[in-house]
């Protein structure tokens, strides 16, 4: 599966992103589309993620009040909105998919990354 990252960019702190994730000729029936970030000098971390109906939305402690993950079936996206975006989050964010059943942090495919850079 092929995925699409895009919306990434310099914001400053206390400002917002939202970045998109899209899978173009391709349709999830199962699974999930995660987001995980790689933040200079750091292992890579799940961020969020949103089961392949949209009905099952779970983040990671730092997301959790701030991002917003959910799926516009009509287009075949996957949004992850960022609000009172921090230094800290300063990364490459990816989006990955499952189109099986399997573990809530287990992903097949992922996308190219898109840079996030958060000024203070």
């Known amino acids: 599966v092929q995925l699409q990252a895009s919306g990434g960019g310099v914001v400053q702190a206390g400002g917002s992103l939202t970045l998109s994730c899209t899978t173009p000729g391709y349709t999830l029936t199962t699974g999930a589309t995660g987001w995980f970030r790689r933040a200079p000098g750091r292992e890579r971390e799940f961020v969020a993620a949103t089961s392949w109906s949209d009905t099952s939305r779970y983040y990671a402690d730092s997301a959790k009040g701030r991002f917003t993950v959910f799926r516009e079936h009509a287009n075949n996206t996957v949004y992850l909105i960022m609000n009172n975006l921090r230094p800290e989050d300063t990364a490459v964010y990816y989006c990955?998919?499952?189109?099986?059943?399997?573990?809530?942090?287990?992903?097949?495919?992922w996308g190219q990354g898109t840079l996030v850079t958060v000024s203070s």
């Open positions: 990955a998919v499952r189109d099986r059943v399997a573990g809530k942090y287990e992903f097949d495919d």
